[in-house]
């Protein structure tokens, strides 16, 4: 089995499986990985295989439905029933879990943000997403069965299911016609948000304005990743055009949202997440002034939603970059709200608990609606004053080899910790869960490795553009030090 580990083995990421199809990602892996996470499935819930059923799903990629057919081969030559949910969003497979009776799993292919020639699988156990500690468990299940052979599936275990419509009228229920009155410009960006997110908006009460709605896997408008501002620019200009109170959009596989202000600007995710939070925070504290909601986010977001959070009667937690280290700090914490930069929103309070992006569009139309309803002239930009305090870089990759990382980030820490004056202002924290968070009164400088790039992402803020811009020079002037020292170690 070691030739295929070699060829497949770094497609099993910390949250997910991923690679370009053909190379790393082909129909004879997920066939010899559906029979591998059966196995891990009986081992780690005891169920056997022909009690289990399991629901699959794919997003709009080109590549999809060969994928999920070899997927299926392979589960049912386990014996397991599958229930087949055809083009849906992520989060509708990990809703399937609740919706539908005795699901012992979810399985999605997907390569969510990834362009179009990408794919990839998620997978569920006990109604979450396997960690990076389960995936490789899957992972060596797999390369101890690996075969070439196709296998021969059981067609009879196999039912085909529509969940849209299950989901809508549950979204219904939730939030009736909060919509009436908010008109939505939507991007779909020929992905899966376009199979739900127009006509729950529409029965929602929403006047809807649709671009990009129907599913493409060649993305041809533009790369379905919102988190790329580049990707809004249509976006931004409808809601401009059409005067829409919020412009909506999704990823490939629909579980981050992208959000645009009537004034046509992009909302970062901790923008996002604070609009959210001041939201439920106000609600609990309605019901109940004793409760101190907790809501988690990560080293990459502004000092300014942690500090307002824990300002207005919440409890903020910082936690390392990563949807899979926010569910784990979610359930350890009990935490009802979390959410990242990258438009991952993890709603507690009155839902699941995963990243769902049609439903966080839900929460932020009703917002918008329950605002208006007191003032015609309410701007979610309202809601955003704090951040006005402080100036904010854009995410500096800085190009450091992936064998110097480690060495160089050692050596900046020790700088750091031996030179309180070196960003030239007080040093009030030093937080180092993910890379290194230097903070000051009003603002910080983060260095953080990338996991798959020769590069230390860096991102600045300071109370001032000139304060920023002086974290940012002083940063990076000590790891250029850094670097050329620990070159002269290797040479």
């Known amino acids: 089995m070691q030739k295929y580990e070699e060829i497949y083995s770094h497609a099993f990421g910390k949250n997910d499986i991923r690679g370009i199809y053909e190379d790393d990602i082909t129909e004879i892996l997920f066939q010899n990985t559906a029979i591998g996470f059966v196995n891990w499935l009986e081992r780690k ?21 060969a ?39 979810a399985m999605i292919i997907t390569a969510s943000h990834n362009p179009s020639e990408y794919n990839g699988l998620k997978m569920t156990f006990n109604k979450m997403t396997l960690d990076e500690k389960q995936i490789a468990e899957v992972k060596d299940e797999t390369f101890k069965i690996f075969c070439e052979t196709p296998v021969e599936g059981n067609s009879v275990l196999v039912s085909h299911y529509d969940i849209v419509p299950d989901y809508i009228k549950d979204m219904v229920s939730r939030f009736g016609r909060i919509g009436e009155g908010v008109k939505v410009v939507t991007d779909c960006a020929n992905a899966t948000g376009g199979v739900v997110a127009p006509q729950l908006y529409r029965q929602l009460g929403c006047d809807v304005v649709e671009l990009y709605t129907e599913p493409d896997g060649r993305f041809p408008n533009h790369h379905p990743n919102p988190s790329v501002e580049a990707t809004l620019n249509d976006l931004k200009a409808k809601v401009l055009e059409v005067g829409a109170d919020i412009g909506i959009a999704f990823d490939g596989d629909s579980d981050r949202i992208g959000v645009v202000t009537p004034e046509g600007k992009a909302l970062t995710g901790d923008k996002l997440l604070l609009i959210y939070a001041q939201d439920m925070i106000k609600k609990i504290k309605c019901e109940n002034g004793s409760i101190v909601p907790c809501i988690v986010s990560e080293v990459k977001c502004s000092q300014v939603l942690f500090d307002t959070i824990n300002k207005i009667g919440g409890r903020s937690i910082m936690c390392k970059t990563g949807h899979g280290y926010i569910k784990s700090e979610m359930k350890a914490s009990g935490a009802l709200l979390a959410g990242e930069m990258s ?52 995410e500096v990759r800085y190009p450091c080899p992936n064998n110097l990382k480690k060495a160089v980030l050692a050596e900046f820490k020790e700088i750091v910790a031996n030179n309180p004056n070196l960003f030239g202002d007080e040093i009030k924290d030093i937080v180092t869960l993910d890379g ?15 996991n798959t790039e020769p590069v230390f992402t860096l991102r600045f803020e300071g109370k001032t553009p000139e304060l920023c811009a002086q974290y940012q020079n002083s940063m990076i002037s000590t790891l250029d030090g850094c670097v050329e020292r620990q070159k002269a170690l290797l040479a």
């Open 45 to 65: 819930s005891g169920i056997r295989p022909e009690n289990m059923r399991i629901t699959v799903a794919m997003d709009a990629r080109l590549h999809s439905p």
């Open 67 to 105: 994928l999920k057919n070899s997927l299926i081969n392979g589960l049912t030559s386990c014996g397991v029933s599958v229930i087949d949910l055809g083009l849906v969003p992520s989060p509708l497979g990990y809703y399937s879990e609740f919706a539908l009776e005795n699901i012992s799993s």
């Open 343 to 394: 438009g991952h929103t993890f709603f507690k309070d009155s839902y699941y608990g995963y990243d769902d992006a049609v439903y966080a569009g839900c929460r932020i139309i009703e917002i918008i609606a329950e605002n208006k309803k007191l003032n015609p002239d309410f701007k979610i930009q309202s809601m955003l004053t704090p951040f006005d305090e402080v100036c904010t870089s854009d």
């Open 436 to 450: 290194m968070r230097v903070v000051f009164d009003g603002g910080f400088a983060l260095i953080r490795q990338s």
